[in-house]
């Protein structure tokens, strides 16, 4: 039990938790990109004013830092509670059997993952995606806005792919590629819908 309360209250990384980071890092900040995106475009289309888009935005990126970041803690809570569980008992093995051979795939005291490092990586990884295109449409004029927040999303979404696939062995393009055509495929959606709702409305 002392073990397993050190493993609970540790603060230090190690190789599986930093790559537990990166990845909720990665994906917290892709989703900052195409989430905020969505929204300020589908408001765009949607005929609002400035003042509406950026509240929208802010709106937007805060709730989704916060769910990114919850979601982050509950999966990986879940993680580290089964990796727990399986520690403990291959203790109880090695005790009983004088071995662990019952299983197969050891899994050591290092490997434990710390949910509050993916949750915190995950809450600020999705703010600075998000503040791309909060402040490509904040400081664009009105007929450049939509041009250039789709422009800044397309080029956060290739930097963030080129970031998190840069050791891989596949072709970095091909991460660029599935990251462009999902945020693409995604404000597309949200501006048809805006630009729907836009016209009711004016009807």
Known sequence: MLEIHKLITTKKFHFWDSLNVTRAGILGANDGIISVSGIVLGAAAANLNSYT????????????????????????SAQKEVQLNRLS??????????????YKTK??????????????ASFFSFLCGALI???????SSSQWRVVNTALAMMAALSINAIVGYRKAETPVYKAVLRNVAV?????????????????????
Not at 66 to 72: A, L, Q, R
Not at 183 to 203: D, E, P, Q
């Open 133 to 139: 295109p909060l402040l490509a449409i904040s400081l």
């Open 89 to 102: 008992l291959q203790a109880e093995a090695s005790t009983v059997y004088k071995t662990s051979s019952l």
């Open 53 to 76: 888009l950026f509240i929208s935005g802010v709106s937007g990126m805060l709730a989704g830092a916060c769910s990114m970041s919850g979601g982050e803690f509950i999966s990986v």
């Open 183 to 203: 945020g693409v495929f995604t404000t597309l959606v949200t501006y048809l819908i805006g630009t729907l709702l836009g016209v009711a409305v004016s009807a």
């Open 107 to 120: 899994i050591r005291e290092v490997d434990i993952l710390n949910p509050i490092h993916a949750a915190t």
